[in-house]
């Protein structure tokens, strides 16, 4: 095979393998086999110019990949703009570009962003994928600490492990239409999702409860939000966005960024019963829901709604209230029992069936989705943290589980209640 460095329009040998460098530094090779001729790739680049433009064609050969390391640790580029022939990108293309600021995949037809493709881009503040692109690999964009928007089309439906890995999650806005798996994707990341590329807040109008909690967020916050209640006795904000309702009454959120404020009516409303079921059936729990996705938010608002009541370990006894779904509606305090009549409740209101499992002093529920009975303990999954009461943070240790997944920790009469043997959840389903 021969091979060498033929700068300019110097004609070159048509063999596979050939490589040559184009007057800006960018490095190519022959990528011909007998079944696909004409074409090369990007391997690497040895210029000095800040933007990098490839271009669909060079030499006649149609410059159809990027090949992988080809820019990785470039210290130099701020730009690049992809041809629009480029259909594949390799492993680690672009990482560690330390001063890339934007790429532009120009009607690029690729179906695949790779792993670690952007990597430690900590410049990199936007990125629109096109719109054929299919599936995003691992940590593809991990370490972009400026990223603040990501277009995805509707086509992405695979995705990697640790995609935004060490990226400002608390600005990073996942772009892509409703109802999409990137949309799913990115709420089960904890990134917030939006349809639109505009500047704007998560709603306008809010209704919670006395001591509940919201995280407000900016879609496509170029820089940092710094964010105000206008009478913090009603809610308070803190700079992250996190909203906590404190009395009744209604007041004002206001989101700076940029230059612009957006604006957020927040009304809290006094904790009883009536108010809980009323935010948890408008805000939480929807009607338009699939099964699965209105037990996992009665079982989130359980868990960030309700604390374990304490006095049980210092007295070994507890109000009769916390046995009761009132104690969890009413005064945020309950033990096993109360959490598990609570969970009925919601899920009866949605003709989802659903059971209390009690065994070895403790109680907790079975749900039905679709034709399968799943165990689901919403006290165990709100567990005592670092000796706090008041966790947060949505565990799923005993979320949808099997009867042996349960056998470790849990005893009940086997034979009263159904049999919970599927791992198989039908995500889709809906009741009714």
Known sequence: METGSITGSTSILNNAGTVFTDKNGIVYEVIETAEDINKCKVVSYTGNKKIVIIPDEYNGYAVTSVGGNAFYGNEIITSIKLGSNITTIGINAFS??????????NGALIKTIPEGCFEACGLLKTVNLPASVEKTENRAFAFCSSLYQVVMPGKTEKFGKDIFYGCNKDRLTVVTPQNSKAENFAKENGLPATDTTKLHLLCNNLKNIEGGQDKLYVYNAPSKVKWESHNKNIAN?????????????TTTITAKVTGIKLKCRIKVLKRN????????YSRYVRKEMTDYQKIYSAHAWLIQNVKYDKTLYKKGTVPAISHTAEGVFNSGTAV???YSKAFIIIMAHYGIKCKMVTGGAHAWNMVKIKNKWYHIDCTYDD???NGSFNNKEI??????????EMYATHIWDYGAFPKCKSKKIDKNYRTG
């Open 273 to 280: 019963k009536k108010n809980c079921l009323k935010v948890i």
């Open 336 to 338: 096993c029992d109360g």
């Open 237 to 249: 904000v803190n700079k992250y966005g996190k909203v906590t309702a404190i009395k009744p009454g």
């Open 383 to 385: 567990p005592v943290v």
């Open 395 to 404: 565990f799923l240790d005993f979320f949808l589980k099997t009867d042996k």
């Open 96 to 105: 560690h570009c330390i001063y890339l600021k934007s790429i532009d995949f």
